[in-house]
DNA sequence: CCTCAAACCAAGCAATTGCTTGGTAGGGTA
DNA sequence: TACCCTACCAAGCAATTGCTTGGTTTGAGG
């Protein structure tokens, strides 16, 4: 008796892509089998083909969906008119935020991107990565020029390190528990930019 | 006495688990077949069973030797008598030295550490989990309470974002590249300690 | 009552997986 | 010569993989 929520709408196919995208998040892309998640929904795998073509397919929707959702909040802070460095604080903000809301999304693009990319199929992941760092780079670089940020730095070597340490926070960081995004956010930023050294140093 | 080819000493045995460390690190554990191991060593998969148990002994191996030279070089960082920030400097170098060295090593732990985690055999990396995270707390505390580390931190998150930051590193640090690991540490700290913002804010 | 579509089941297939088994080539030693 | 030992091959097995196929249930609409 299969009786799931009729208030809850959007449809099975979400749910199903829902349940898949913790799994790929919890177990890895390939790791994760079919049957695996269909177990979790509650049905024989082959059911599945029902919904969708391929397993491929399924975090192929998965991680478009989140890349665009992510891009168009990139595009609106890069429209405004604030300063670098305010800039600056909502991209990472904002990065954050994604963290919160969409952590096993977050999660696959963390560990499964760099192979997945090397198919035909999921090429506009590698476009998403040129466009994303050239979003910081010219931050940055904005950031430098205008005398908001150390003259000194490798800027390249910086982006890096903020990219990294921003995505990454999604291995430990978890919604709903003591730590807002938001707080996560103002500590990271405070750090990265003043440093942990004592400022009486 | 064994004396095959004296030249190339080390024996096939540990040959063949640098080619199966750098499969691994390529592609994932679980997505490396004992097939691509011994296609890259010229030999059959069947072959590979003359010198290993199982898939799962090749990691270990790899992971428990690589664990057991890094924490052999924290147990000298902390038993010498510099202060806390010499001591951090030292751990930092350490670590980005210890990439150098063993990209390959580094990015299992990186990638697979969760996952085989939860099997018994390797409870080991767990346990040297928590060591780990003990010794950068104490220093990040000892550099508190000294004064040379900002008082308003919250010394667990510091924690995190430093281990993350300086292990994620191995993405994109290629050896023999452009920059040497001393120079990514120098920048690494100095953006770390001081921030990226100019002192004049 | 009939139709139809959405959602699912039951069964299985071809390929791939880790691993096993019995054998062999060849160099060193007695 | 006879005997090992190390390193390998050749063949294949049981389990697991993604996916296919044809059929069944269920509820909404005519």
Do not use: C
């Amino acid at each position: 008796m299969t009786v799931t929520t009729p208030a809850t709408n959007g449809g099975r196919r979400t749910e199903l892509l829902r349940i898949a995208a913790d799994l790929f998040a919890e177990k890895g892309f390939k790791n994760t089998t079919v049957r695996d998640i269909a177990e979790a929904a509650g049905i024989l795998s082959g059911s599945l083909y029902h919904h969708f073509d391929s397993k491929e397919s399924m975090v192929d929707e998965i991680l478009s969906t989140f890349q665009d959702e992510l891009f168009a909040g990139y595009g609106e802070v890069l429209a405004s008119d604030d300063d670098a460095r305010t800039k600056l604080d909502r991209v990472v903000r904002l990065s954050f935020e994604a963290i919160d809301r969409h952590p096993a999304e977050v999660a696959i693009f963390q560990n499964d991107a760099d192979h997945l990319g090397s198919f035909e199929r999921f090429g506009y992941l590698a476009e998403r990565g040129v466009q994303s760092r050239d979003i910081w780079l010219t931050l940055l670089n904005e950031g430098v020029e205008t005398g908001v940020l150390r003259q000194d730095l490798d800027v390249h070597l910086v982006y890096r390190f903020i990219r990294d340490t921003v995505w990454v926070a999604v291995r430990w960081y978890r919604p709903g528990g003591e730590l807002s995004h938001g707080a996560v956010a103002d500590q990271y930023l405070s750090i990265l930019l003043e440093g942990i050294a004592s400022s009486a140093d």
